[in-house]
């Protein structure tokens, strides 16, 4: 495939510039439904399915799949976020967070080395947490406009290497990259921002189990990340926190399926675990460990046309009751300024080719109003009643060039 290295240096370069820049999202915890267009519209499952380049992020062995190919695309994230403390005496009432949408680009290339070893490159957003609201909800009374930014990216080159007809393996070098951004954070009046870089890998499989049937696999340890100083400061001056303050991703652990159903329709499907105690300061906050399911169906109408539908549920890992690492703080209330409750998400995308070389992957995305309420009344702002929910909205599109 000719692809200029200089414009592929250019398009990385600019989406991760993008990436970092877009704003944060919360989908399952901070993670994004999906990676790529295409598996976005099967409502996210994609270790099996090699349907962009971009593929590669859920599973670097299928990057044996996609051959020399470049997709670019990008998701508009449209979340509504409030707090309520409207039955809490002293509080600020309903408060919706004025930052309601957020661009996420990102772009992947991949190329054959030979027969049984391709490699890659993908960027893409890291995950993250916003909220902007004009009074901090806080029990006590007003205390002035609060925002809590956490956004990033991530490089991820990649290898795969064949055993065989039926086998691929791969793996990624994960680079991160992480901003978090605070202004009166729980009222305190602190206003501060700092950046980290890390690093990580995941490691991934693609089988060929029988006719029709695929199985894929990965594996990614947490992703090492630098603290957040100012962070640690107020958390262990304010509330005795004694953990490592960086804000990163947690071990992660996926299986996928893809079921080929005649000719014309494939059945896709992820169980994915992500375990946010393996993060300390998601741990200190009361998060649980989240099992998350990915299903989805892929139908090809006609030789350009492929309609897609999906679902992705992972119930919320913020819960009630006095759970955080402090011991005092109702979990609820506790993550206000990064409400990640949504638990249901109900998809719908198309892919169309629009000759031999060029598809174009769209899809959309919208979760249910989820909310959860602080039921326990403790020391310090936090007061019982206080409701936190969020409601999402999201599309997107985006281009994938194959060789042939």
């Not at 893409?124 to 009374?141: I, S, V």
């Not at 729980?186 to 029988?210: H, I, M, P, R």
């Not at 080929?260 to 992500?274: R, S, W």
């Amino acid at each position: 495939m000719s692809i200029k290295k200089s414009k592929l240096a250019m398009a990385i370069a600019a989406t991760a510039g993008l990436t970092f820049s877009a704003g944060a999202f919360a989908t399952n915890g901070i993670m994004q439904v999906g990676n790529g267009m295409a598996a976005h519209g099967t409502g996210g499952a994609g270790l099996s399915n090699a349907n962009e380049a971009m593929s590669g992020f859920d599973n670097p062995a299928l990057i044996g799949q996609t051959g020399d190919s470049i997709s670019m695309g990008f998701s508009v994230f449209m979340p509504d976020r409030q707090t309520d403390t409207t039955t809490v005496p002293g509080g600020s009432g309903l408060q919706v967070s004025d930052s309601k949408v957020f661009a996420i680009p990102q772009v992947a290339f991949t190329s054959k080395i030979n027969e049984g070893m391709s490699w890659g490159i993908m960027v893409n957003a890291l995950g993250g947490m916003n909220t902007d609201y004009r009074a901090a909800p806080m029990a006590g009374g007003v205390a002035g406009p609060q925002t809590v930014d956490l956004s990033g990216m991530i490089v991820a080159p990649t290898m795969s290497f064949a055993l065989g007809k039926n086998a691929t393996l791969g793996a990624s070098l994960l680079i991160g990259y992480t901003n978090f951004r605070v202004r009166n954070l729980f009222g305190s009046g602190l206003s501060n921002e700092g950046s980290t870089v890390g690093y990580g890998v995941k490691l991934g499989g693609d089988f060929k189990v029988a006719d029709g049937i695929s199985v894929g696999a990965v594996l990614q340890p947490k992703v090492v990340m630098d603290e957040f100083d100012f962070f640690k400061s107020f958390l262990v001056g304010g509330f005795g926190f004694t953990g490592d303050a960086a804000l990163t991703l947690p071990n992660i652990a996926g299986v996928g399926a893809k079921f080929a159903v005649g000719n014309n329709m494939n059945i896709v499907t992820d169980l994915m675990y992500y375990q946010w105690t393996s993060v300390d300061v998601f741990e200190f906050f009361g998060w649980d460990d989240q099992f998350v399911i990915k299903a989805g169906l892929e139908y090809r109408a006609s030789d350009k046309l492929a309609l897609r539908a999906g679902i992705n549920y992972g119930k919320s890992p913020i819960q009630g009751g006095n759970r955080t690492g402090n011991g005092a703080s109702d979990a609820a209330f506790a993550n206000y300024p990064f409400p990640a409750i949504s638990e249901q998400h109900i998809t719908v995308g198309l892919g169309y080719k629009m000759d031999k070389n060029m598809a174009v992957n769209a899809y959309y995305l919208h979760s249910p109003e989820a909310c959860q309420t602080a039921t326990t009344v403790s020391t310090g702002p936090v007061a019982a009643g206080t409701e936190i929910c969020m409601t999402q909205n999201a599309f997107g599109l985006g281009f994938n060039y194959a060789a042939k």
